[in-house]
């Protein structure tokens, strides 16, 4: 048995761990905190969709943060979805993610019609529209510009 302890120990010495891999999620830039917040709140279910039980509990929410326009007022909404789990069945709800013109976009309907109708009916070009938002305390590059356009 000793024989055999020693053999364990030195295959031990002899292997290496190795780390798993961890994906990172690409983050982008968050918005300035000088802009306005309005919160708006998807109202949750009030009982468990699967089995009918009202024991829900919260677990948590996610926000989307979505950049709007009103003509000359910049805003940022917040769109809270509240996360609950069910007592009984232990099934997980939530409310659907907010409609997004672009997928994954953050620009609101508003802003990129504004950006669009400068780009062709004002022929204002991009980098002088990226300029004079940068002007108003938004940054928004060349290329973030050119990707709303392109999508």
Not at 28 to 39: A, G, M, Q, T
Not at 52 to 81: H, M, N, Y
Not at 131 to 137: I, N, Q, T, W
Request: with cysteine; proline share 8%; charged share 25%.
């Amino acid at each position: 048995a000793t024989e055999d302890e020693l053999a364990a120990e030195r295959a031990a010495a002899k292997t290496q761990t190795v780390q798993s891999f961890q994906r990172k999620r690409p983050s982008r830039k968050p918005f300035s905190e000088h802009l306005p917040r309005e919160r708006v709140v998807i109202a949750a279910p009030q009982s468990c969709p699967c089995c009918g039980s009202s024991k829900l509990s919260k677990l948590g929410e996610d926000i989307t943060e979505t950049l709007e326009v009103v003509p000359r007022q910049w805003k940022v909404i917040q769109t809270v979805r509240e996360k609950f789990s069910c007592r009984d069945c232990e099934t997980i709800t939530q409310p659907p993610a907010p409609f997004h013109v672009t997928p994954r976009g953050f620009a609101g309907p508003n802003l990129l019609a504004m950006i669009l109708f400068e780009k062709f009916g004002q022929h204002q070009p991009l980098n002088r529209q990226s300029e004079r938002y940068a002007r108003e305390g938004i940054d928004l590059s060349l290329s973030t510009l050119a990707d709303q356009v392109g999508a």
